[in-house]
C-alpha cells in the first residue's frame, strides 16, 4: 500500500510485492517501498553521489549538477506523475533515488572507460553495478548483505540488461529474457531521469558558456518556451530566463507525459499490474511529436555539449584516471585499501581473474571524482607521498 493513498489497480502495492531476498517483519508506521527509500538514502553509496558529476567535474563549480541533485531532481519529477496517475509515489521515489548508486566518478565517460577496462572480464555497466551495490557492496545490516530491498524497487533500478546478464539474476532478470515490461512505477522513474537529464544539462550548459541560447533557438522544444518567455516577460535577466525556460520544459514534457500515459493505459484496457507486464511495448510514454522533440534536444547536446572541446579533455583525463587505476591495482593488489585487499584474497584461484577484476572495479565505482584525481595522486605523483 501506499499510506492515506488509493492507489490505481494497476500500481505497484505492498500487498502485492514480491518481497525480500531476505524475510524481515513488516516496518511499523510506514509502507515497504518507504522503507525503500529510507535505506537508500541513508546509505553510504547516496552520500557519496553528492561528488560525482553529471557532465562537469565536481570542482568546476557549484552551480553545476551532481549525481546526487540529478537524482533528487528525477525524484520530484517522478512522483509529481506517480501522484497524478494514482501510482505509488513511494516506489517511485525509492527507485529514482537508487537509479545512479552504481555511477562511476566523472560520469559517462567515467563508466565508458571502466566498460573498457572490465571488456575481458564481463563488462561495466552502471545499472547493474547499482543492482550491486543494493543487494551486496553496501555493509549496514546484521542479518544480511546489502541494503535488502524489495524486488519492485530492484526491478525499477534495473533498467537495462543483456540477456546473458539476465539469465544470472533469475527471477528479476526474467522479464528481460520473456521481454516484460517492469511495473509503471519503474516506467516513470526511468523517463523522468530522461526529462531531468536533458532539461538540467541545457541549464548547465547554459551557465557553463559551452552552448548559447541562439544556438538552442532552432530546437523546437526549447524554441516554443523561448518564444513565450520572450514575449511574455521581456526585459529579465539572462539568468532568469533560462530557469523560466527550462522549467516550461520540463512542464511541457510531464504534463504530455501523463496526459499520453493515461490514453496508452486506456488502449491497452490495463486492469492490474499483470496487464502492465504483458503489454507489448511500456504504458509510459510521451506522446510521438514531443518524443521527437526530445530527441532533436538530445542530439543537439551531443553534438554540441557533450562533444565540445572543454568537455572532451575532461573526458580524456577522465580516462586516463581510471585506465590508470584499474591498470595499476590489476597489477598489485596490494595497493588496495585492505578491505579490498581482503575481498580479493577470498577471490583466489578464480579462472580468468574475473573476481579480481570485479573485485578492483567496485573499488573505483564507488569512487568520487576527488577521490578518484586523490587515489590517482597518490598513486602516480612522486611528490605526493600519502
Known amino acids: 500500500m501506499s499510506l492515506g493513498v488509493k492507489l490505481a489497480p494497476y500500481a ?33 553509496a547516496f552520500r557519496r553521489l553528492e561528488y560525482k558529476t ?11 549538477r ?31 533515488l537508487a537509479h545512479d548508486l ?23 555497466e552502471h545499472n547493474l553495478q547499482s543492482l550491486r551495490v543494493v543487494d551486496l557492496l553496501e555493509e549496514k545490516y546484521a542479518g544480511f548483505p546489502g541494503l535488502n530491498l524489495t524486488f519492485e524497487t530492484r526491478e525499477g533500478i534495473l533498467k537495462h540488461c543483456s540477456l546473458k546478464n539476465a539469465a544470472e539474476l533469475g527471477e528479476l532478470g ?44 532552432d530546437i523546437g522544444l526549447f524554441g516554443e518556451q523561448y518564444a513565450q518567455v520572450c514575449s511574455s516577460h521581456p526585459g529579465l535577466t539572462e539568468r532568469v530566463q533560462v ?17 499520453n500515459s493515461a490514453l496508452l493505459l486506456k488502449e491497452a484496457a490495463a486492469t492490474s499490474i499483470d496487464d502492465v507486464r504483458s503489454a507489448a511495448k511500456p504504458l509510459i510514454a510521451n506522446s510521438e511529436t514531443v518524443r521527437k522533440q526530445s530527441l532533436e534536444l538530445k542530439q543537439f547536446l551531443r553534438d ?9 579533455r575532461m573526458t580524456l583525463k577522465a580516462h586516463k584516471v581510471i585506465e590508470s587505476l584499474f591498470g595499476a591495482f590489476m ?26 577484476a570485479r573485485i578492483v572495479a567496485d573499488y573505483i565505482a564507488g569512487m568520487t571524482d576527488r577521490y578518484a584525481i586523490q587515489e590517482h595522486q597518490r598513486l602516480f605523483d612522486p611528490g605526493a607521498l600519502t
Request: charged letters at 25%.
Open 331 to 356: 597489477d598489485d593488489v596490494r595497493l588496495l585499501p585492505p578491505q579490498y585487499q581482503k575481498k580479493i584474497g577470498g577471490a583466489q584461484g578464480v579462472v580468468d581473474g574475473s573476481a579480481r
Open 12 to 44: 505497484a502495492s505492498d500487498e502485492a510485492s514480491r518481497g525480500r531476498q531476505y524475510r524481515e517483519p513488516p516496518p511499523s508506521y510506514r509502507s515497504q517501498f518507504q522503507r525503500d527509500r529510507d535505506r537508500i538514502v541513508h546509505c553510504a
Open 243 to 259: 530557469h523560466e525556460i527550462v522549467r516550461r520544459m520540463i512542464n511541457r514534457l510531464v504534463v504530455d507525459l501523463i496526459d
Open 102 to 124: 552504481g555511477h562511476t566518478p566523472f560520469g559517462h565517460s567515467g563508466q565508458d572507460a571502466l566498460n573498457a577496462c572490465m571488456r575481458e572480464f564481463g563488462g561495466f
Open 54 to 64: 553529471q557532465v562537469f567535474v565536481n570542482h568546476e563549480g557549484d552551480l553545476f
Open 174 to 217: 526474467r522479464r528481460f529474457i520473456e521481454r516484460k515490461q517492469p511495473s509503471l512505477e519503474a516506467q516513470v522513474a526511468n523517463v523522468a531521469d530522461e526529462i531531468a537529464y536533458n532539461n538540467h544539462d541545457v541549464d548547465d550548459g547554459l551557465r557553463s558558456g559551452l552552448i548559447t541560447m541562439e544556438q538552442l533557438g
Open 304 to 312: 554540441q555539449l557533450y562533444a565540445h572541446y572543454r568537455v572532451r
Open 66 to 96: 551532481t549525481r546526487l541533485t540529478h537524482s533528487i531532481e528525477v525524484a520530484q519529477i517522478g512522483r509529481s506523475v506517480a501522484r497524478a496517475m494514482n501510482l505509488n509515489e513511494d516506489l517511485t521515489e525509492a527507485i529514482a
